[in-house]
Every structure is written in C-alpha cells, then in structure tokens.
C-alpha cells in the first residue's frame, strides 16, 4: 500500500530535523538581534579624554565635560600637552583637550590608531562643547593608522578570521569522525592535531597582513603568535563544547564566537561606542581580546596587550582541559566494539 502524505511528511522531516531547523532560525534571530544591536545607534560612552589647561583650570574644564548628558566622556587633568601625548601613545588616553589660555582656539589631540570611529564620535563632542561656549577647536593626530590600515579593521578582520579558521577545523573534525572522540586518547590525538594548524594559521595570518598587503607591519612574530592563540583557542573551546552537547556543541560555538563575539570585539565600533551588554562583554571574549591585542601591539609598543593574550590563553587551556575531562568520562568502548569507533573517532 502506498504511504500516505503524512507518512511521508512524518518519514522526511523527522522530529529531530524539526528541533535543528528551529534551532538554526534562534541563530538567525539572534545574528540579527546582536549585529543591529550593536551597531544601529554608535554612542560615546565614558571615552577616556585628558584636559590641559592653565592656572588650575582643568578640574573646572573635566568637571564640565563629565557632566555632559549621557556620559559621554571621562575626563581627568594632565599636567601638560607632553605627558597628554605620551599618555595618547601608551594608549591609556582616547583624546586630549589642549585648552589655549591666550584665546579661544583650543587643540584636540587624538589617536586614530584607537579606532576611526572612536576618534570621530570624540570630535563631535569636542566640538559641541566649543561652539556652546563660543569657542572653535583644532586637531592633531598623534597616533595615526598605517597607511595598509586604512580604517584600522585589519587586526579585527585577521582575528575574526582565525578564530573562524579554528572552530572549522574543529567542527569538520567532529562532523567527520563523531563530535565526542571515542575516548580520552582519541580526544588527545585530535587536540593534537589542532597545534601544527594553529602554528601553520599564525604564520600565514601574519604574512598575508605584514609581508603581502602590508596592512599591519613591523610586528611580524606578535602578530603570528597572537593568531597562534586564537586558533587554539576557538578550536579547543569548539571541541570543548561538541564534546559535551555533540553536534548542537557547534551551534553553541557560532553563538558565542559569530553572534555575540564578532559585534563586540571593537572593531568597526570601539567599545566605548557600542551598548551596554556589548561593552561589558566584549573585551572578555577572545574576538575583542585578539583585536585589542593586535591593536595595542602594532600601535601602543605593546602597552596593555599582555592582559588580552593571557585572556586568550586561557580560553585555549579551559578548553582543552573540558575537552579532556568530558572525553574522560565516556565509558571505554569494548573491544569487539573498537573497530566501529575507530571509524567514528578522530
């Protein structure tokens, strides 16, 4: 007797394809959720701003910047314009405001190498506040982007392209041998695995970006070993999660490295522009970590990097040792069963 059409709907479309493709739409909301969310409305938000004024009028000078609307500044004196550039340079200051005693043309000095985007929302605010009180401001950039780095996005397109380099690797490794590894050596031998494409993803990030397009150069062995990191990092954090949710382990990683990672990294909008639950956790996923890493190593002589490499780091560590762990505790397959895992098991 022939099927009928729901036998045939109910055979196609299992319950278990309904839960994937339901699944796949909470991704495709949530992608859009994240990246509009992130992006519609850039806002300046407690940018780091020094104020250089005479006789003791720089507290009165920040005093009134912090209390703008919205806070869109946090501004502190510095004692003069050298110490404002060298705090400019060291990246621990967005902008400064050099405040002219003698008339009403103050300077802004800038660091663009912080972000183009960063350093536009400054000028507008900067300017605001001059024209209200009949003033005009020039600016200075003391911290310009290479010329390869037009718009200062190379680190974070690199990082974002190793960190997708790595949970591929690791996901096509899952799809092909079984997302869980057979046991603790399989899971081992796959981790393995993961370094020598790490290393082999550093060194070519690097020379694409350095030697090719000299987008970013004169840091060529930072730049690698940052890659080096993020590749482990993103690839052990996938095998990670595969291991302890199977192939949904996947879906998990593209949530947390595409959808909520990518929009917060501080790429085309700094930090300081982005809402709140972007600028909290951004700098705290390895995306924003690698792209200010990158950052502070090609533009700051390396100021601050160290804090976002460990961070990294440590993604690469916990992931393997979850990894390790959950693989662990599968039970050994017996031996007349061994031969079927072998093929299903990295």
């Known amino acids: 007797m022939r099927p009928t059409f729901t036998q045939e709907l109910r055979d196609a479309i299992a319950p278990r394809t309904v839960l994937l493709v339901l699944g796949v739409l909470f991704v495709q909301v949530a992608f859009i959720a994240s990246y509009v969310g992130a992006f519609h409305q850039p806002t300046p938000h407690e940018v780091a701003v020094g104020v250089?004024?005479?006789?003791?009028q720089a507290p009165a000078v920040a005093e009134r910047l912090n209390?703008?609307?919205?806070?869109?500044?946090?501004?502190?004196p510095v004692a003069d314009e050298s110490t404002a550039r060298d705090r400019l340079k060291d990246g621990t200051l967005a902008a400064a405001i050099v405040v002219d005693?003698?008339?009403?043309?103050?300077?802004?000095?800038?660091?663009?190498?912080?972000?183009?985007?960063?350093?536009?929302?400054?000028?507008e605010v900067a300017q605001q506040v001059s024209a209200q009180q009949g003033r005009t401001i020039t600016t200075t950039d003391v911290v310009p982007l290479q010329d390869g780095?037009?718009?200062?996005?190379?680190?974070?397109?690199?990082?974002?392209?190793?960190?997708?380099?790595?949970?591929?690797v690791a996901s096509l490794l899952g799809v092909a041998k079984g997302a869980r590894p057979a046991n603790r050596r399989r899971a081992v031998i796959r981790l393995g695995a993961m370094v020598p494409y790490a290393v082999v993803s550093g060194l070519t990030g690097a020379l694409v970006v350095d030697q090719w397009l000299?987008?970013?150069?004169?840091?060529?062995w930072a730049i690698a070993g940052v890659g080096m990191l993020l590749v482990l990092a993103s690839a052990t954090v996938t095998m990670a999660l595969q291991v302890l949710f199977g192939t949904i382990g996947i879906g998990l990683t593209v949530?947390?490295?595409v959808v909520l990672g990518n929009p917060s990294a501080g790429g085309a909008y700094q930090t300081e522009l982005l809402p709140a639950l972007w600028r909290h956790v951004g700098q705290a996923l390895p995306n924003g970590a690698g792209t200010t890493a990158l950052r502070e190593i090609v533009y700051f002589g390396g100021h601050g990097a160290a804090a976002h490499v460990w961070l990294i780091a440590g993604y690469a560590v916990v992931g393997t040792l979850v990894a390790l762990a959950a693989?662990?505790?599968?039970?050994?397959?017996?031996?007349?069963?061994?031969?079927?895992?072998?093929?299903?098991?990295?």
């Open 52 to 56: 250089v004024a005479p006789a003791g």
């Open 67 to 76: 209390a703008l609307d919205g806070s869109p500044l946090t501004a502190a």
């Open 101 to 123: 005693p003698s008339g009403t043309q103050d300077h802004l000095l800038v660091a663009t190498a912080r972000g183009a985007s960063l350093t536009t929302a400054v000028e």
């Open 149 to 168: 780095d037009a718009r200062g996005l190379t680190g974070f397109y690199l990082s974002i392209g190793w960190l997708v380099g790595g949970y591929l």
């Open 214 to 220: 000299g987008a970013l150069t004169g840091h060529f």
């Open 255 to 257: 949530l947390l490295f």
């Open 327 to 346: 693989s662990g505790m599968r039970p050994e397959p017996a031996d007349h069963e061994l031969g079927r895992h072998v093929s299903n098991a990295a």
